[in-house]
């Protein structure tokens, strides 16, 4: 496959570079950026040095692709596509949030392989989901399938400081970031539609809401997140479903004991676990918010769309220690 990379100089598309040059059946042919035109790859994306001589490039040569993953900020994708013309011969895997709810004239798939691998099989376009929806939904999907979701759902997350983007901001800078945590968007994250989208498709209906309050870490990439949702059913049988929802996934897995951060750090794996406190049920899910969450997530759905092995170019291992 021949990869067109658009926005290139953010931490999600340096991630998306370091995978695609080590991806078997990928090659490279441009990363745009404007503002570093000319430059190399390297100058910006300091941890490539000895893995490529590529440089930005101000050219657009779709013809000479057969992808492209846009890595705008949100609200660019939908602007540049008013602007610029792509050959329908070329598939477009969006990484921001312009495409990812359903609407009139929007053909783009949503990209979560775990429920839509057939569609994505079959796309030109796919909506990368958003690093919080993914983990998120991985751990309320299944329960979903039970048809559980009946009430109001209380979501906890917390994310690394690489989730909000490679320029600098009072609330990414070191001094404010270490030792710190803090709330930020409550109730009012962006990603809570494209949530509420997906369990209604598993589920059939979700009249609930989806109380979800973001954190702030003090750790640079990661997600964890904890989903309490208020049943009765047996926990046997809970983790039943849940194994058996997640049986042909090729990177989330249901693990009996609690799961921790550092289990899913530089890894495209969601690893999820339950456990039953009265008739409340809490459920953990983990991921690194720029493979899984993004740019991993991404990979993966090309492989799908091109008809390769899901997990070309994504044999990533975390840490021991």
Request: glycine share 8%.
């Amino acid at each position: 496959m021949k990869v067109g990379i658009l926005g290139g100089a953010g931490y999600t598309a340096g991630e998306l570079i370091r995978l695609l040059i080590n991806h078997p059946q990928a090659e490279i042919i441009f990363v745009n950026s404007e503002s570093n035109a000319d430059n190399l790859i390297t100058d910006v994306h300091e941890g490539l040095y000895g893995e490529t001589d590529m440089r930005f490039t101000s050219d657009m040569p779709f013809g000479s692709v057969d992808v492209l993953f846009f890595c705008f900020g949100h609200g660019k994708s939908e602007a540049f596509l008013r602007e610029h013309t792509v050959p329908e011969s070329v598939k477009i895997i969006d990484l921001a949030q312009d495409f990812r709810l359903k609407a009139e004239g929007n053909d783009y798939v949503y990209g979560l392989p775990e429920i839509n691998r057939e569609a994505i099989v079959g796309a030109r376009h796919v909506a990368n989901p958003g690093c919080f929806a993914t983990c998120i939904q991985l751990g309320l999907l299944p329960a979903a399938q039970m048809g559980i979701l009946v009430s109001d759902i209380s979501v906890n997350a917390i994310t690394g400081s690489t989730g909000a983007g490679q320029k600098p901001s009072a609330t990414t800078h070191f001094s404010w970031r270490t030792d710190n945590i803090s709330i930020y968007k409550a109730f009012s994250h962006q990603h809570v539609p494209e949530i509420c989208q997906s369990l209604c498709q598993v589920q059939g209906f979700f009249d609930a809401s989806v109380d979800f309050i973001p954190y702030r870490g003090c750790f640079a990439r990661g997600i964890f997140a904890t989903e309490v949702v208020k049943t009765d059913k047996p926990i046997e049988k809970i983790v039943s479903a849940y194994k058996t929802f997640y049986a042909d996934a090729a990177f989330t897995h249901y693990v009996d004991n609690p799961v921790d951060l550092k289990q899913v750090v530089n890894t495209n794996k969601c690893l999820v676990h339950c456990e039953k406190h009265g008739d409340k049920l809490l459920i953990t899910s983990v991921i690194d918010n720029l493979l899984k969450g993004a740019v991993g997530q991404a990979v993966q759905n090309m492989n799908l769309m091109f008809g390769i092995d899901e997990k070309a170019g994504l044999r990533l291992k975390a840490s021991a220690f």
